[in-house]
């Protein structure tokens, strides 16, 4: 359905922006709970695919988009995958198993299909405009602007 530009620009951007987010990490999270994983595994899945990093630095740089997303504690989520397999600690630091690894690959194919459907009808264009401006009232509001 089309509306015209200035019923558009009359909308509440918190309200879109908000519903957006709430229904995006629902998808998202429901995507993760099929390959029996929280969104902090999953961050720290994709972190460990370059190959093995420090407990702490892995813990760090996560727990700031924990305490933003989910309140979920790095350190305890990555015990659990210890004691699930999908990653070992050494001297080395922490790395992907062979169960990690598919794990990843399994979970990495059925994001694809999420982000694949919330962006139905949606053109690369449109999509990087619609991050750019995102980007931008962050950087407005004193936030962050850049690219993580």
Known sequence: MGYRRDELVRQPIGYWTGEAYRRIAAAIRESL???ALSQPQWWILNHLDGGPRP???LVETLTGYSDREEGRDVASELDAMVGAG???ESEVGV???GDGVTRLAAARERNGATHASLRADVSDEEY???????????GNL???ARLP
């Open 33 to 35: 709970a099929a390959n």
């Open 95 to 97: 790395a992907l198993t």
């Open 142 to 144: 004193g936030g962050d």
């Open 55 to 57: 407990r702490d630095v």
């Open 128 to 138: 990087a405009t619609t991050i750019d401006v995102l980007r931008r009232i962050v």
């Open 86 to 88: 999908l990653v070992v």
